[in-house]
């Protein structure tokens, strides 16, 4: 087969596998970021935005894209979070005071590829993002009038990175990425009175939205046993949530936010290789997803004719109170014979919001910080590797009021706030094969 047409087809599955992704709801452990890109990194709990190992390079590094030869790397992780919460006792909004959600095992897909073009790399990379989704088998909030309630948010992105050295120490990479987003809510019809447009609040069924950032990415070869790395993710601009502008802020905006990670890998044996990675993921800067419950008011037009911004779905509209989140990775990988390496590692993340928030993140209950991961490649041939890793998210919670005193009144209700438990913790299992060409 010719190398045009090989390149083709490569690409055509990574297309595919972009459109399988979107079926299956994805998941992370960074929020709603996933904890590693690529089987390798993931192998080291993410760690590895200095150790370039395979494509998924495209997201955590692409300037690591340049130096992976002609390749093409798949993998399948099955992903398992077991997630719940405790409101105590059943007021002041809570329906079910206490309850697991369903739906705990998916199927995540992930493939790239990329060529050596002689002076640059090109790559073509498919990855994905999720975390926000629960599936309770009843009325959690108090006015729901559906059976069930949850979110279902599914993340995928394409990106076509190129790469080149500038000099013998220093390679930059660049990967323009297209993002693809699908979301649905059910159950949330207890907030109508807050909520800007009532009608697009709740269980609309699947809403798609599209959009799209750039990611850069440089590598520094400081000597011959260390290696310093750089990358940024922009915002993901996206267009709007026409199903569910009475629940997002900005009338239905859900943008994608920017990340930046920093790190270095070092060679201390010739078989032994540390790596070490700091990342900051700014959930900030998106309203939607930022904006606290503090200051939740009813939707009303004054005398002026003007919608109250607090409402759901209004310019300063209720989010999940999600602030920006800092992670700590450490990453071993040791080359036990010719045929195998093996990895391991350890990561931390800070909470991604505090305990006043609990209530809307009974939606999403992101609470996991520590990671362990270890993770190994099998060389079968001197064109195909077998790749594994597994990583155990600890358990851990966040408790806090469900709302304070304001926000009860403001919400129409009365009475005295109680403690809300959110707890949760994750397994993934990821296999994937690499094939040389």
Do not use: C
């Not at 990379?125 to 309770?136: C, K, Q």
């Not at 040791?334 to 093996?342: I, K, P, Q, W």
């Not at 590692?345 to 928030?357: C, I, L, R, S, Y």
Request: hydrophobic share 40%; glycine share 12%.
């Amino acid at each position: 087969m010719s190398v045009i047409k090989t390149k083709t087809l490569i690409a055509a599955a990574v297309l595919v596998s972009g459109a399988a992704i979107l079926a299956q709801p994805a998941y992370a452990t960074e929020g709603y970021f996933q904890h590693g890109y690529g089987t390798a990194a993931k192998g080291m709990a993410g760690a590895g935005v200095a150790a370039p190992q395979d494509t998924q390079a495209a997201v955590n590094n692409p300037a690591g894209m340049r130096g992976l030869g002609n390749r093409v790397d798949g993998a399948l992780s099955l992903f398992s979070p077991i997630r719940q919460y405790d409101a105590k006792r059943a007021e002041v909004f809570i329906a079910d005071k206490d309850h697991e959600s369903e739906s705990n095992i998916f199927l995540v897909p992930s493939l790239g590829a990329s060529w050596d073009m002689g002076s640059y790399s090109l790559g073509l990379t498919l990855s994905a993002n999720g975390g926000m989704n629960t599936d309770y088998d009843s009325k959690v909030f108090a006015g729901g009038t559906d059976p069930r309630t949850g979110v279902d948010l599914t993340q995928a992105f394409i990106g076509a990175t190129y790469a080149v050295e500038l000099n013998k120490s220093n390679t930059i990479g660049i990967t323009p990425t297209f993002a693809m987003q699908r979301f649905a809510a059910k159950g949330l019809q207890g907030f109508a009175s807050i909520s800007s447009d009532s009608a697009n609040l709740t269980n609309r069924g699947h809403d798609f939205f599209w959009g799209g950032g750039v990611r850069v990415g440089w590598l520094n070869r400081t000597t011959d046993k260390l290696t310093l790395g750089l990358t940024a993710q922009s915002r993901m601009w996206m267009t709007k949530l026409d199903k569910y502008k009475g629940l997002f802020a900005e009338q239905g905006g859900f943008d994608i936010p920017p990340a930046v990670t920093v790190g270095g890998s070092y060679k201390a044996t010739d078989k032994l290789t540390i790596n070490a990675d700091y990342k900051r993921i700014f959930y900030s800067t998106v309203d939607s997803i930022a904006n606290t419950l503090t200051n939740v008011r009813p939707f009303h037009t004054g005398a002026g004719g003007t919608a109250n911004a607090n409402s759901l779905g209004g310019d300063n509209g209720v989010g999940f109170g999600w602030q920006d989140v800092n992670i700590f990775k450490l990453g071993g990988q040791y080359v036990y014979s010719d045929a195998l390496t093996l990895r391991a590692g350890v990561a931390h993340n800070t909470d991604p919001f505090e305990g006043t928030e609990t209530l809307f993140n009974i939606l999403a209950p992101a609470v996991v910080n520590t990671h362990l991961s270890v993770g190994a490649t099998y060389s079968i041939s001197p064109a195909m590797n077998l790749n594994f890793a597994f990583t155990h998210a600890f358990a851990a919670d966040i408790t806090g009021a469900n709302v304070n005193h304001a926000s009860v009144t403001a919400l129409g209700g009365s009475g005295t706030a109680h403690q809300i438990e959110l707890e949760m913790y994750q397994n993934d299992l990821e296999i994937g094969l690499t094939y040389k060409f």
